[in-house]
């Protein structure tokens, strides 16, 4: 909303300021969402937050955190769009692009094939239907899923048919601390996104974490 104040000239050429269609200093605020309540009563009992946690509640909370809560909010009904999602060629692309390096790095019978922050698992889908013609190459990759949100993991099972054998099958995994080794191909399309880094603030000499309270 815009508004605008008008001046005009008043008793003894005292300039007078119309201020009655400026936005009102105290305006209306939403109602508390529980996501909200959550974080002030977090903040009530332990004091301060850093972003991380506060960054790391608004994106993940198991109720109430935007990965989480919310089941569409990738597509062009969504939030966003990505670009497996617009075009089936990016992932397709990406699947043979992963052929080529396994096929330079000597063709190994085995090799994890990694991606972080996979949506709704688009990518993998069109990776693996555009390397059905390489069946080498498919029986050597495990294909592990690194996601946070529950919502997001049954999706990604659905369009890759994922399953918990981590042998030479699609593999659905949450924890990033669970990446396998030998280092795997890896595709993060949108993983900053989801992450909850820390912020700094420098002060001096040194620098502290920059926090969260509530008023």
């Not at 994890?112 to 993998?124: A, Q």
Request: include cysteine; hydrophobic fraction near 40%.
């Amino acid at each position: 909303a815009t508004a605008t104040a008008t001046a005009g000239a008043g008793v003894d050429g005292i300039i007078e300021i119309d201020r009655s269609g400026l936005v009102s200093a105290n305006p209306v605020l939403p109602p508390e969402n529980p996501l909200e309540a959550d974080l002030k009563a977090v903040i009530g009992a332990v004091g301060p937050i850093t972003v991380a946690t506060f960054m790391s509640h608004a994106l993940q909370h198991p109720a109430h955190g935007y990965y989480t809560s919310q089941s569409t909010q990738i597509g062009q009904r969504g939030d966003f769009v990505t670009a497996p999602e617009i075009s089936q060629l990016f992932g397709e692309l990406i699947g043979v692009w992963c052929v080529s390096v396994w096929t330079q790095l000597g063709a190994p019978a085995s090799i994890n094939v990694v991606e972080m922050g996979g949506g709704k698992g688009t990518l993998m889908a069109d990776l693996l239907r555009a390397t059905e013609n390489f069946p080498a190459f498919r029986d050597a990759i495990s294909l592990h899923l690194v996601e946070t949100s529950h919502e997001l993991r049954k999706k990604q099972a659905e369009a890759v048919g994922a399953t918990e054998v981590p042998t030479k099958r699609p593999l659905l995994q949450k924890p990033l601390g669970g990446v396998p080794v030998p280092p795997p191909m890896s595709g993060l399309p949108e993983t900053a996104d989801g992450m909850t880094d820390e912020q700094l603030r420098a002060h001096l000499a040194s620098a502290h974490d920059a926090e969260v309270a509530a008023n």
